[in-house]
């Protein structure tokens, strides 16, 4: 089990963008990746598949979809490698619990189990 404390992420909507008709990164979402990236330097990779628990600390009590926080985290995870992919053959499961807010650190922790 390994556990990991990852910035707010961006909205769904603000994380891609059209470019020359098609979908890509936006430059919010690149900037989370980055971020995202420095807090899991020296995070164990896992081979197989797993289960992602994320306890969310939110900076407000604005309402939001639950689901529209996973995308940006979940793709930060592929991308540095910590987890194989998104699908099913590489996740076993998917949680999200709202923690409350914390307006001075808003956050994600995110915990990994094979």
Known sequence: MTTVTLPWPPSVNTYWRKWNGRMVLSDE?????????????GVDHFDGRCSVEIAVFRPDDKIRDM???????IDALVACGIIQGDSTRHLRRIAIDDMGIDRERPRLEVTITQ
Not at 67 to 73: F, I, Q, T, Y
């Open 29 to 41: 979402g690149r900037n989370y990746r980055l971020c995202a990236a420095a807090e899991m330097i």
């Open 67 to 73: 689901d529209n926080m996973l995308k940006a985290p």
